[in-house]
């Protein structure tokens, strides 16, 4: 199984094949939006006109078959922090009205998740037997405090998930070949995950090359997981398909990840 892009008109989003809920990976592609945030930005406070995001909302939810008032989004902070939410917590589009965590996971059937990412990494979570999914966004930081093995573990307690049920999809990011970082990086990941992830670090001169993908996979893997799909996709090298706040130095939009607790069969 593998990691695929959609086309619906202008929009364009990826899709993985083992996950049975209605989910994507947006790219920068088919939106409203315009200037240097064109044109499908999905977050507030990057200088866009929110009737844009609104609308770019409107988009991702008709392609997907759900209702934009059944989001419930995050107050990323690059945390360990995994929220358990229902549609009590739907905040509305502005995801600094939403409490501080970079994870959520409900078993609500109708609620879309929706977390944010410009190079970080996205990760998707399904299990078919309890109807559970999961967002996660991992930036290098909450990559070393395990926040995708948290993300799972939060299933399982919450909702009784066996993680070698959950299917789980790690999107794009900034890759390998360009995530070059100083020391405190590798040896943050190292410190969590130990001799398992030395071989997705570079030493490159006095820097490294960081292969963040592979560390969420041993995460997950770690955790329990066993269906995984991860995308090939690189932020930054494909930067005018994805949103790279590296490549653009910070101004851009948003892309990111969101998935749909499926109504439960009668």
Request: proline letters at 4%; glycine letters at 10%.
């Amino acid at each position: 199984m593998s990691i695929t892009s959609k086309k619906l008109g202008t929009l364009e989003y990826l899709t993985a094949e083992g996950i049975s809920a209605p989910h994507c990976f947006t790219t920068r592609l088919g939106g409203v939006s315009q200037g240097y945030l064109s044109s499908l930005n999905i977050g507030m406070h990057r200088g866009d006109a929110p009737e844009n995001v609104a609308k770019n909302h409107e988009i991702l939810a008709n392609a997907l078959g759900y209702d934009v008032k059944n989001t419930v989004m995050a107050h990323q902070i690059h945390s360990d922090i995994v929220r358990v939410v229902t549609k009590q917590d739907c905040l509305g589009l502005d995801h600094h009205e939403y409490p501080e965590c970079d994870g959520l996971v409900t078993n609500e059937p109708g609620l879309a998740l929706v977390i944010f990412t410009a190079d970080c990494t996205p990760i998707l979570l399904s299990d078919p037997v309890t109807g559970a999914v999961g967002a996660v966004h991992a930036g290098w930081r909450g990559t070393a405090m395990d926040i995708a093995g948290k993300a799972v573990q939060t299933m399982v307690s919450a909702f009784g998930c066996d993680p070698e049920n959950i299917r789980a999809a790690i999107g794009p990011n900034i890759g390998f070949c360009c995530f070059e970082v100083g020391g405190e990086v590798p040896g943050a990941i190292l410190e969590t995950f130990g001799p398992a992830v030395e071989k997705d670090i570079r030493p490159v001169d006095e820097k490294y090359y960081v292969n963040l993908k592979e560390v969420n996979r041993y995460a997950l893997t770690r955790a329990g997981v066993r269906h995984i799909e991860v995308s090939e996709e690189c932020t930054a090298c494909r930067h005018k398909r994805f949103w790279s706040h590296r490549v653009t130095r910070g101004q851009r939009g948003s892309q990111g990840a969101i998935i749909v607790c499926k109504e439960r069969k009668r």
